[in-house]
């Protein structure tokens, strides 16, 4: 059973592009959560997605950042119009149920903007 | 406001020494507490992690973490350290009643640097 899988590993964009992180969870988790981290910080919570529902994006910054996980296919993180603190890795985590006792957490994207 | 506070940014130990990594937390209902750890590159792994019952709780790779509820705080211990055990280590909290918010609150991080 293959864990939480994250692509691309690494991304470079420059400042103004868009950047689409992709996250598979593991098989039979329903509920997706996307967390970011900055340099020397802890992982701050950005998004928890249900199958086609987003069901807490309260740590989403209003603009430029979206989220999806559709019925079919990973669930992806927008960001449009990149700038220079958007650079970050950001993880995604899995669960099979509702609340976080067993979230399971990709080895994340790192993305940098140039 | 919740928060998890880890108070050594970074700590070096000797191979074979024990080890204590200090977490405090401030959250307002009975929480759920977690240490992960991330090794360079790599994504977190949940070490071990605390829901009722047991103070003391065991985890993965020998390492164990007890509850304090009148310290608030769940410190991380290791009675003899392997080199393989630098990592940075982070520990959680989370909300037992979930809700609609099933997110974790992490602390910022403490890099462990083992000396041979």
Redesign the interface.
């Known amino acids: 059973n293959a864990g939480?899988m994250?692509n691309p590993r690494h991304l470079v964009r420059r400042r103004g592009q868009e950047a689409r992180l992709r996250c598979s969870p593991m098989k039979g988790h329903s509920?997706v959560?996307w967390?970011r981290q900055l340099p020397?910080?802890?992982?701050?919570?950005m998004v928890?997605l249900q199958k086609e529902n987003i069901?807490?994006e309260?740590?989403m910054p209003k603009e430029r950042f979206s989220a999806e996980f559709p019925k079919e296919g990973p669930s992806i993180l927008r960001i449009q119009q990149v700038v220079r603190g958007d650079s970050a890795a950001y993880?995604c985590?899995s669960?099979k149920s509702?609340?976080?006792?067993k979230?399971f957490?990709?080895?994340?994207t790192q993305l940098s903007v140039l | 406001a919740q928060s998890v506070t880890q108070p050594d940014i970074h700590i070096t130990v000797s191979e074979g020494a024990s080890l204590e990594l200090r977490c405090n937390y401030s959250y307002g209902a009975t929480p759920y507490l977690f240490w992960y750890v991330q090794s360079p590159g790599q994504g977190l792994q949940l070490l071990l992690k605390y829901f009722s019952g047991d103070t003391l709780v065991q985890g993965i790779k020998g390492f164990e973490a007890e509850f304090k509820r009148s310290q608030s705080s769940f410190n991380l211990r290791k009675p003899s350290v392997h080199w393989s055990d630098a990592a940075e280590y982070f520990c959680a909290v989370g909300d037992r009643y979930g809700g609609s918010q099933g997110n974790l609150i992490f602390g910022k991080g403490t890099k462990l640097s083992v000396k041979p």
Do not use: P, W
């Not at chain 1, 509702?98 to 006792?101: D, I, P, V």
């Not at chain 1, 957490?105 to 994340?108: A, H, M, Q, R, T």
């Open positions: 939480v994250q509920h959560y967390y020397e910080e802890g992982l701050k919570f928890y069901i807490d309260s740590g993880f985590a669960a509702r609340g976080n006792e979230l957490f990709g080895s994340g």
